[in-house]
């Protein structure tokens, strides 16, 4: 049964910098696409960005373009290293999976499998 859980979250000052992990387990296919999703209130589930388990191509949203980058070790574990954060990037925020082939999109409804979330809180 695939688990994933996320950690990193904090709060942090405008500028300032955070890194998210995700650790999975319970994976049964060789190729999956991890994705990170943010939820602020009152707003809809966004994608952030996202990986592919077989090239490790990558994918984000215009908004933390140059900002923050994702990566995955050689285990379980793919991270969400966040720079210049701002009051905006404000969330709650998800690491979700789903299993294929096809490069990883930021779409939530892609994503069958998801974590709880971790609370990042950007302020002055």
């Known amino acids: 049964q695939l688990q994933l859980v996320e950690s990193g979250g904090g709060s942090v000052q405008p500028g300032g910098s955070l890194r998210l992990s995700c650790t999975a387990s319970g994976f049964n296919l060789d190729y999956w696409r991890i994705g990170w999703f943010r939820q602020a209130p009152g707003k809809e589930r966004e994608g952030v960005s996202c990986?592919?388990?077989?090239?490790?191509?990558t994918n984000y949203a215009d908004s933390v373009k140059g900002r923050f980058t994702i990566s995955r070790d050689a285990k379980n574990t793919v991270y969400l290293e966040m720079n210049s954060l701002e009051p905006e990037d404000t969330a709650v925020y998800y690491c979700?999976?789903?299993?294929?082939?096809?490069?990883?999109?930021?779409?939530?409804?892609?994503?069958?499998?998801w974590g709880q979330g971790t609370q990042v809180t950007v302020s002055s």
């Open positions: 990986i592919t388990s077989d090239s490790g191509s």
């Open positions: 979700a999976v789903r299993y294929g082939f096809r490069p990883c999109l930021l779409d939530r409804y892609e994503y069958e499998y």
